[in-house]
Every structure is written in C-alpha cells, then in structure tokens.
C-alpha cells in the first residue's frame, strides 16, 4: 500500500469552486480501483490550502488512476484554479501508533 499526499494552493477566490468540484467528484475518486481511502485536509492557518491524502494497492493503481479519464476531467476543471504549483509524494507507513 501506498500513501499519497498532494498539496494544493487555491486563489483564496476559487476556493468554493473547488470544494464543489472535490464533493461532485470524490465517491468516484474513493470507488477508483485500488483506493481504499480518501481525505481532504484544509491548513489550518492558510484556507486555501488544501492536501488531499489517499491510500492505494499499489504505485501500479495510482496510475491508472492518474492516466484515467474521472482524472482527467477533475484535473482539467481543478487545475486554473491553482494558484501555486501542486506537490504530491507518495509514501510508505513505516510506523503507526494508535
């Protein structure tokens, strides 16, 4: 499994049109093959910065997510809304306390 962590940075004035593209969108995203989990986060001192945090099988499910038409159509309507360049990784747990 792996973990992906993307950090996203809106024009503070399109912050709502992505919310509303994230909710029309996420149970697609969530029910993709090989993702087994799906979080938004907001930063709590910067509210247009968002990450988006999901889990997947495999490298190999995360791109055909990536290469995917659902992708293709949220990246197409998220991305002018960007007012900064995206960062993503992709990450393994190597540790976890609960």
């Keep these: 499994m792996i973990i992906r962590i993307v950090k996203m ?11 509303e593209i994230f909710n029309s969108s996420k149970q697609l ?11 938004l986060l ?19 499910h995360l791109n055909n997510y ?3 038409e659902l ?3 949220v ?3 998220t991305k002018p809304l960007f007012s900064a360049k995206t960062e993503a990784w992709s990450v ?3 540790v976890v306390l609960e």
């Design 29 to 39: 995203i969530r029910n993709f093959a090989g993702c087994s989990h799906l979080e």
């Design 71 to 73: 992708f293709g159509s």
């Design 9 to 19: 940075t809106f024009v503070p004035e399109k912050v709502n049109e992505f919310l």
């Design 66 to 68: 990536r290469d995917s």
């Design 42 to 60: 907001n930063d709590i001192n910067s509210p247009n910065v968002f990450f988006t945090y999901s889990y997947w099988q495999s490298e190999v």
């Design 75 to 77: 990246w197409k309507r």
């Design 92 to 94: 393994e747990q190597q």
